[in-house]
């Protein structure tokens, strides 16, 4: 079965300071991994996805992922981030890249300390 | 970009009362729509996936006779929740997979249920 983890629940930074929300994911086959965002009392927007190919991916709003295979991680990075970057982050796993039956991390919370 | 439009946004009812949520992909035709359901400070959970024209798959432990899906067409899906109980409180979402291959799915921005 697969599952996905997301160690950290909360995770305060600094306005301008680097980002690193970490997911661990467990699956059979090849992973089709997705990061979403979602700010309070709203839905999920994508921010990246990776199908295949190159394992650093570029996503919205300055946003980046790294697949490690061998880490089975996919950790969602971003070099400095601003006070509206503030909201709640889910790593999700899929059996193929169009995104179905997806599995969710539990989610960071991230704040955004001025 | 593809959106999801899911409506009503928060809705507030007595206990007994059943309610409708809609889900309509309003510029893509989706083939295929998921609802999920949120708690507070918790993630998703997949209740149930629904193919437009046929019956929807519930999720183990999810009550198909409580939680109504109706997908009567490429771009609208329906959850009911009948006889709401307090229970049933909480944060629902749904998605919609575009028809086209290799495109993820698109979120609505929730509906927030209350059962007092």
């Known amino acids: 079965a697969q599952s996905v983890t997301q160690p950290d629940i909360h995770i305060t930074v600094s306005e301008g300071a680097s980002l690193e929300l970490r997911c661990n994911y467990s699956?059979?086959?090849?992973?089709?991994l997705f990061w979403y965002v979602q700010s309070p009392g709203q839905g999920l927007q994508l921010l990246l996805k990776?199908?295949?190919?190159?394992?650093l991916v570029q996503g919205i709003k300055g946003f980046e992922a790294e697949f490690k295979r061998s880490q089975s991680s996919f950790n969602l990075r971003k070099p400095s981030v601003h006070w509206s970057d503030a909201a709640e982050y889910f790593c999700?796993?899929?059996?193929?890249?169009?995104?179905?039956?997806?599995?969710f991390g539990g989610g960071t919370r991230l704040m955004v300390k001025p | 970009g593809a959106v999801v439009s899911q409506h009503p946004s928060w809705v507030i009812c007595k206990s007994g009362t059943s309610v409708k949520i809609e889900c309509r992909s309003l510029?893509?035709?989706?083939?295929?729509m998921f609802w999920y359901r949120q708690f507070p400070k918790q993630s998703l959970m997949l209740m149930a996936t629904?193919?437009?024209?046929?019956?929807?798959?519930?999720e183990q432990g999810v009550e198909k006779d409580k939680f109504l899906i109706n997908h009567a067409s490429l771009t609208l899906s329906t959850l009911t929740v009948t006889s709401a109980h307090p229970e049933d409180s909480s944060f629902y979402i749904c998605?919609?997979?575009?028809?086209?291959?290799?495109?993820?799915?698109?979120f609505g921005d929730g509906t927030r249920l209350s059962i007092l």
């Open positions: 998605s919609a997979k575009p028809r086209t291959a290799y495109q993820p799915q698109h």
């Open positions: 699956y059979g086959a090849t992973p089709y």
């Open positions: 990776y199908f295949s190919g190159d394992t």
């Open positions: 999700a796993v899929g059996p193929n890249n169009a995104g179905n039956m997806l599995t």
């Open positions: 510029d893509f035709q989706a083939t295929t």
């Open positions: 629904s193919n437009e024209g046929s019956k929807a798959t519930y």
